[in-house]
């Protein structure tokens, strides 16, 4: 289960979620989430992304790094095609690289 608080303008300020299966007997905060859900008779993707004003912009650069490495780990799973989740890894890579030389530059400004 997921429970998203809404602060006065309608943004996150809290993200608690749950499983039965959890060891934790207490919901568990997280400062952010992404659902995806694929509807197969539309074929579109449907999504929910949210984030609290909590959520620091290096977290979320190293939750999207962390995101695309699972997303090729699934696909890879699913498909077996080797190539190309080496092409979302190394995409993966990449982005996070390019994001802290942007970090180092606004930095040393």
Known sequence: MINVELDENRVPSEIEWSATDSTTERPQQAKA??????????????????????????????????????MADTFERATRQKALVNEMKKFAEDFYHKFQDIQLKENKA
Not at 36 to 48: C, F, N, P, Q, V
Not at 54 to 61: G, I, N, R, S, T
């Open 33 to 70: 989430v992404m659902l995806s859900l694929w509807d197969g008779a539309e074929k579109t993707a449907l999504r929910i992304d949210l984030w609290t004003h909590k959520m620091m912009v290096d977290e979320m650069a190293d939750f999207y790094y962390q995101t695309f490495m699972t």
